[in-house]
């Protein structure tokens, strides 16, 4: 337990960071620092980190959802899976399985090793279990590397999130996390763009395009994670490129947005506290409950497309998916930009909600409208969740402290909301066509249930400041000392 505390101090990943300069020396940096020269630094860490993580999101979830595209290219033919059962289904959520297994391992990882080595490993490994996908003779062997997958793939969200909480202050986040998620957004657009276009060899060893997708996706990704290898970054306190006074300015910064309260320590009290935590397990089904829309998306669009146009082809097909994508990237950032601007998450993440359940009506009513305004409410749907997705992980992400919270909460959250993708994955059945009334209704009432925690979350965390500032958790200080993470009576928590 010593190492490993000792690899967090040195890491500085806390609240409070070991590396970065006292509290003198950071109010004195912050006071002489100017509004430009601090949008200038902001600038300066999007530079340096969002890239390499942007380049690792999309490839890994082209990596994820491109069996979407391998389906319609001949994958079930050529693995003798009968397109009336279930197994196409059993092939989609067993990667979910690996990642509800392997999120809060993962980030465990990170803290031990570096996210660098971690993220990249992973990401790596993944590349040539993609490759594997293309050689698959059978469907067991393809069950099998799905689900491995699953776990390589655990820890690119919750460690890129970790990460990046140790570098931004409070309200800054949001826009970040957005514009990686927009990666998925992308991937699946252009993803299923190249998917179609790798499909298209004809090969004289007689493969299908299908294993085409899956080999070239994987050489593309084991090449562009070797590329961004050098570019990842580590915990601030080991970053060269920021000087003291610039680290000094992050970490003041950081603490006066109310981010209080350090967890360095992982003794009985504090995995108690970890475990005992409401807003991780509350957090957890809001976002299955937005999760199993924005996986219903990616993983189905193309088969739902083609129900509503059944004379178009695959190329047209995808024509019609990619702009679905686009415009969920453009909401996503619109909402992310407005609420980091207000300091306000949870009404925007209900306006995300309330999106997607305006297409839900729609598309729950589709014996009575158009071909066309059932295809429109793909649009809402899809805007709707992915723009809501980031702002929920937020909702956790700002209300959590201390490194040891931080990585627990946010490995939790997200393993625990991936159950949403184990839905989806078994509500669209090929036998459920055209209508897939089971699956529309499900993820409906799953949104309307992250709808309705949304507003429960806020209470709760209006009730906590009420008591935090009546003074009633002071005790808390004199009980178990500062090792409270946001439990610490200065923490105040922000919706």
Known sequence: MDSIVGVEKASGSDSLQPGFPTEKSSIDATDTFSNAEYRKLIWKLDIHLLPPLLILWFISLIDRVNIGTARIQGLEKDLKMDPLSNKFNIAT??????????????????????????????????????????????????????????????????GSIFLLAAYYPRYELQWRMSMLHVGNAISNAFGGLLAFAVASIHSSNGWHGWRWIFVIEGLITVVLVALCWPFMNDWPATAKWLKPNEKAVLEERIRK???????????????????????????????????????SCTLFAPTIVKVLKPAYSAKQIQGLVIPIFMAASVSTLTVAYISDKLKH???????????????????????????????????????????????????????????????????????????????????????????????????????????????????????????????????????????????????????
């Open 93 to 158: 959520v067993v990667v979910f399985i690996g990642l509800m297994l392997a999120e809060v391992p993962s980030n465990l990882l990170i803290k031990r090793f570096t996210p660098t080595t971690v993220l990249c490993g992973e990401c790596l490994i993944l590349g040539i279990f993609t490759i594997g996908q293309g050689l698959v003779t059978n469907f067991a062997s393809l069950v099998a590397m799905r689900f491995i997958i699953g776990i390589l793939e655990a820890g690119l969200i919750p």
């Open 257 to 295: 947005d109310g981010i209080i309260g350090r967890m360095d320590d992982l003794d009985r009290k504090a995995i108690i506290r970890c475990l005992a935590d409401w807003k991780i397990y509350l957090s957890g089904f809001i976002i299955v409950g937005v999760i199993s829309s924005v996986y």
């Open 345 to 495: 998450r949870g009404g925007l993440a209900l306006t995300g909600c309330f999106i997607a359940i305006i297409g839900y009506i729609i598309i729950l009513n589709q014996e009575h409208v158009s071909v066309n305004a059932r295809y429109g409410a793909l649009y809402l749907i899809a805007s709707g969740s992915f723009a809501a997705l980031p702002a929920a992980w937020i909702l956790l992400l700002n209300n959590v402290s201390g490194s040891y919270k931080t990585a627990f909460a946010i490995g939790m959250e997200i393993g625990l909301g991936n159950g949403g993708g184990f839905v989806a994955s078994f509500s669209f059945q090929s036998k459920k066509a055209p209508f897939y009334w089971t699956g529309f209704r499900t993820t409906f009432s799953l949104m309307c249930m992250a709808t309705a925690l949304i507003c429960v979350y806020m209470t709760g965390l209006w009730y906590e400041n009420k008591q935090k500032r009546a003074g009633k958790r002071d005790h808390l200080l004199q009980e178990e000392g500062d090792n409270l993470g946001d439990a610490h009576p200065g923490f105040i928590y922000t919706y």
